[in-house]
């Protein structure tokens, strides 16, 4: 089993910035993709950004230039640094790992709230 612990989230204006924190624990393996995603009100579940522990990294459009994702693999941890956020970047946000050992493995953390007021 994998536990994931998201923090960094809240309230803030236009403009500005937050950054998200998810600490992984458990049975961990070196393969690996750590994960965001957010969900909006009445939206499906997409991804955000995303890292492999071999060091490449993908973003979506909506985000592309404003948010930069990072892992620190000495602590088994992945940040999410959000610039230029936009009231459409509202959303909780989900960590997520994906792992291969013989089979892919997934978990989730448990979300934490990203309000971004006009």
Not at 82 to 88: D, G, T, V, Y
């Amino acid at each position: 089993q994998v536990q994931l612990v998201e923090s960094g989230g809240g309230l803030v204006q236009a403009g500005g910035s937050l950054r998200l924190s998810c600490a992984a624990s458990g049975r961990l393996f070196s393969d690996n993709a750590m994960n965001w995603y957010r969900q909006a009100p009445g939206k499906q579940r997409e991804l955000v950004a995303g890292t492999t522990s071999r060091g490449t990294t993908n973003y979506s459009d909506s985000v592309k230039g404003r948010f930069t994702i990072s892992r620190d693999s000495t602590k088994n941890t992945v940040f999410l640094q959000m610039n230029s956020l936009k009231p459409e970047d509202t959303a909780i946000y989900y960590c997520n790992i994906k792992q291969v050992h013989l089979m892919v493995f997934e978990y989730w953390g448990q979300g934490t709230q990203v309000t971004v007021s006009s």
